[in-house]
């Protein structure tokens, strides 16, 4: 509504990208899992499996970038920071959104062509019933880089984000204790519950690349549902989870 009365905010624009990215990622998750527990042959042998690739990557990565966005608004709304850049930054607030949008732009075009290398030299390979490790372990490390290095980055702003939230709140509250009113602190609140949306993002997302793992290992014994379930649950706990925590908060 916002959007077509051309009002939407910074942050108006980062919760309705980050809510359309993750309902999308969502059905993703749950559409791969179900064609690969009911359907796998067929799946792998026509054009879908290739279409949800490429949808994943840009899904995935766009997700991040908008939790990304959400942690540094927080980040530089709540803290408080007397050094030179944080001011700078705190000034110039609205221009970062743009910076991140475009390395998410970044992001995709160093994702997309290698998951496409990836996609044809398995095309190319003789398979059985299910996608195969074909390909030396160094080799399949470097390939995941490559396609995650944008998820990698974004990750690592967030967890520095993360961390210089704790740091300003531990001052505030060493401040606080000079003076010390009885009063509940506004300020106070503003950080426990920013500190509560990041810290639930970072456990949730390491829980994603856990997820992720497992997911990956399962090609190595594809004879093994149960992995592949096991990963898949956890891969959604990420975006289901973290949803309900910026809902509740």
Known sequence: IDCVKK?????????????????????????????????????????????LSYLWVILNHSSICFATSLNIFYFLKIANFSHYVFLWLKSTINRILPLLMGSLLISWVISIPQLAKNINDEKMKPRNITWQFNMQISDFFVQQVAINLGIVFFFTLSLITCVLLIISLWRHKRQMQFNATGCRDPSMEAHVKAMKVLISFIILFILYFVG???????????????????????????????????IWE
């Open 212 to 246: 992720y793992a497992i997911e990956i290992s399962y090609y190595a014994v594809p004879e093994n549902k149960l992995l592949f379930i096991s990963g898949m649950t956890t891969t959604a706990i990420y975006p289901c989870g973290h949803s309900f925590i910026l």
């Open 7 to 51: 009002k939407l905010s910074m942050l108006g624009f980062i919760l309705t990208g980050l809510a359309i990215s993750r309902i999308c990622l969502i059905w993703i998750i749950i559409i791969d899992g179900l064609m690969h527990v009911f359907s796998e042959n067929m799946y792998y042998f026509s054009n879908l499996f290739e279409y």
